[in-house]
């Protein structure tokens, strides 16, 4: 169960996390607490039997700590029915923003970029979900689901992304049978997922335009594709470049490119180090900053909402077209890219 404390006073939470009942082998399995809509929550694992007793010796804890406010069970929510059915039978598309790093700053080091890219980032997400008046769902620490407002979502993902490397949110839309997502990870990235069952190039065109409205200031790289980056990661889904090595260094995505796609962003940068985009429609948009996209969308995404690869045809041409831009497996093993960087000591 998830329990909630509700207090009006500035609490840490590792004050609180000091005024939990000792482990003594056979207590409730808990993960500590963590901050979510209206409070406190705290996660509680175990038989009833073990579970009640020790919400007894919690709330003794908290009195013997000082604190003052209400402990409870927490109302957490799960899927609806519909949206049950819209993300069996719907595909997903993704627009995928990546930040800069700021100067110095190691793979391990929290949020990469600047504070003001959080802020922007927040925003974007947030404008996505709600474009359409969706209901908007936290799930807080990434384990309990909460319907909340826009601005309760964003302090909830800001919060969690000072404990965890990605934080989510949802927006549910029963009228267009939508499913909207936005996940911000620590290493700059940003994800705007739509799960429908609309045509695909209303869905594309919408991510389109959420990529040439957000602000550009520190962005790296962008693009329109089937997967969010923890899929673009994997050899499954990324092509001939080498996901993971792109993982691993976000301070080069300026400079690489992950296999093309039908819309990107791309750097002045990336278009130095392309072949030939003479074939593609590119659009400066600021000092830095190209939107670089097919002349024809439907072979690239018209197959993804069929459930079907894109041609090996259409991939292999916009792979010579862009050439030395992407980072390949070959090139990341040169360039010593293919490595995981240590964590400190």
Same mark, same amino acid.
């Given at each position: 169960?998830?329990?909630?404390?509700?207090?009006?006073?500035?609490?840490?939470?590792?004050?609180?996390?000091?005024?939990?009942?000792?482990?003594?082998?056979?207590?409730?399995?808990?993960?500590?607490?963590?901050?979510?809509?209206?409070?406190?929550?705290?996660?509680?694992?175990?038989?009833?039997?073990?579970?009640?007793?020790?919400?007894?010796?919690?709330?003794?804890?908290?009195?013997?700590?000082?604190?003052?406010?209400?402990?409870?069970?927490?109302?957490?929510?799960?899927?609806?029915?519909?949206?049950?059915?819209?993300?069996?039978?719907? =595909?997903?598309?993704?627009?995928?923003? *990546?930040? @800069?790093?700021?100067?110095?700053? #190691?793979?391990? +080091? &929290?949020?990469?970029? $600047?504070?003001e890219v959080l802020d922007r980032a927040l925003g974007l997400g947030m404008g996505w979900l709600t474009a359409h008046g969706a209901r908007v769902m936290a799930l807080a620490d990434l384990r309990a689901r909460f319907w909340v407002d826009a601005t309760t979502a964003r302090r909830v993902m800001r919060t969690d992304l000072q404990r965890r490397s990605?934080?989510?949110?949802?927006?549910?839309?029963?009228?267009?049978?939508?499913?909207?997502?936005?996940?911000?990870?620590?290493?700059?990235?940003?994800?705007?997922?739509?799960?429908?069952?609309?045509?695909?190039?209303?869905?594309?065109?919408?991510?389109?335009?959420?990529?040439?409205?957000?602000?550009?200031?520190?962005?790296?790289?962008?693009? =329109?594709?089937?997967?969010?980056?923890? *899929?673009? @990661?994997?050899?499954?889904?990324? #092509?001939?470049? +080498? &996901?993971?090595?792109? $993982?691993?260094?976000?301070?080069?995505?300026?400079?690489?490119?992950?296999?093309?796609?039908g819309i990107q962003i791309l750097t002045d940068q990336h278009l130095a180090a392309a072949t030939d985009l003479t074939s593609w429609v590119t659009t400066r948009l600021d000092h830095d900053h190209h939107l670089v996209e097919a002349r024809d969308l439907a072979p690239w995404y018209e197959p993804v909402a069929a459930r079907r690869p894109v041609a090996?045809?259409?991939?292999?041409?916009?792979?010579?077209?862009?050439?030395?831009?992407?980072?390949?497996?070959?090139?990341?093993?040169?360039?010593?890219?293919?490595?995981?960087?240590?964590?400190?000591?």
């Amino acid at each position: 169960m998830i329990l909630r404390l509700r207090t009006d006073a500035e609490v840490d939470e590792q004050v609180l996390d000091a005024a939990l009942p000792p482990d003594e082998g056979d207590s409730p399995a808990n993960g500590g607490w963590f901050a979510g809509p209206g409070g406190f929550l705290l996660l509680a694992e175990g038989l009833r039997a073990e579970v009640d007793p020790w919400i007894e010796q919690l709330a003794a804890g908290l009195d013997d700590a000082g604190f003052e406010g209400t402990l409870t069970g927490a109302s957490v929510v799960g899927n609806p029915r519909w949206a049950q059915r819209v993300d069996r039978e719907a =595909v997903s598309f993704v627009a995928v923003l *990546g930040y @800069r790093p700021r100067p110095g700053v #190691g793979y391990y +080091d &929290g949020w990469l970029p $600047d504070a003001e890219v959080l802020d922007r980032a927040l925003g974007l997400g947030m404008g996505w979900l709600t474009a359409h008046g969706a209901r908007v769902m936290a799930l807080a620490d990434l384990r309990a689901r909460f319907w909340v407002d826009a601005t309760t979502a964003r302090r909830v993902m800001r919060t969690d992304l000072q404990r965890r490397s990605i934080a989510l949110s949802s927006g549910y839309d029963k009228h267009r049978s939508e499913l909207r997502h936005v996940s911000v990870a620590r290493r700059g990235l940003v994800s705007l997922t739509s799960r429908g069952l609309r045509p695909w190039r209303e869905t594309v065109d919408e991510l389109r335009a959420a990529l040439t409205t957000a602000p550009l200031e520190g962005l790296a790289i962008a693009m =329109v594709t089937p997967h969010d980056f923890s *899929g673009l @990661r994997l050899p499954k889904y990324s #092509g001939a470049a +080498d &996901g993971r090595a792109y $993982d691993y260094h976000p301070e080069r995505w300026a400079e690489f490119t992950l296999d093309p796609c039908g819309i990107q962003i791309l750097t002045d940068q990336h278009l130095a180090a392309a072949t030939d985009l003479t074939s593609w429609v590119t659009t400066r948009l600021d000092h830095d900053h190209h939107l670089v996209e097919a002349r024809d969308l439907a072979p690239w995404y018209e197959p993804v909402a069929a459930r079907r690869p894109v041609a090996p045809d259409v991939l292999d041409q916009a792979r010579r077209d862009f050439g030395e831009a992407i980072l390949t497996y070959d090139r990341a093993e040169r360039l010593g890219l293919n490595t995981k960087p240590p964590r400190p000591r």
